[in-house]
Structure formats: structure tokens, C-alpha cells
């Protein structure tokens, strides 16, 4: 059974930081475009970050210099690192593989494998 199982959300206060993880079961990934993507209340979900099989990322703007995205395929785990976080962070984030186009897609249509997502909060 594939599986995808997000951690380290929480509540943290604006400024603050965190840092998300990704683990993978069920298949090897190492291959796939592994994203974050992140969905607020009453609003669509949105991408985030990605990272390559190739190690190459891509950023959302608004995230640009703040989050990191990293990957150890030893450990079937991706990783979100957020640094100076800002209210409107506040959403959950969602862990996904595109083992498909395994391209650089923005777009959640592209990712066939997803997490349950994990809570993150940013207090003002």
C-alpha cells in the first residue's frame, strides 16, 4: 500500500519556524517530483514547493527565501523547512508524488500520491 504520511505541523507564532516531513511508504520515489502544497480554509490548494529526482526546486513566490525543500530517498522522505513565518502560512500542507510526468509541475492534477496533510498555524 503506498503511503504518504506528513508531520511537524503545529502552531507557531509569526516569525517563528518549522520544519515538515514527508515519509514515504509502499513504493520507491526516488525517481518521482515530490511537492508541497498547501490548502487555507475556504480557499484551493496550493502549490508550494517541489523538488526533482535531479534535486532541482522550484519555489512559490510567496515562499521564495523562507521554505526549503529537501529530500533524503536513503530515508523515502521529503523535507519542508520554514523559516520566518508569516500569518498568512496558515493552511494545511500536503505532501504529494508525481511519479507520472516526474517534471516540474505547479499544478495538483500532475500528483497521483498525496498525504493526509498536516496542520500548520501562524499565531500574529
Known sequence: QVQLVESGGGLVQAGGSLRLSCSASGRTFSRDTMG??????????????????????????????????SRDNAKNTVYLQMINLKPEDTAVYYCASDSRTRGRSVYSRDYDYWGQGTQVTVSS
Open 36 to 69: 508541497w502544497f498547501r490548502q487555507a480554509p475556504g480557499k484551493g490548494r496550493d502549490f508550494v514547493a517541489l523538488i526533482s529526482w535531479m534535486d532541482r526546486t522550484y519555489y512559490a513566490e510567496s515562499v521564495k527565501g523562507r521554505f526549503t525543500i
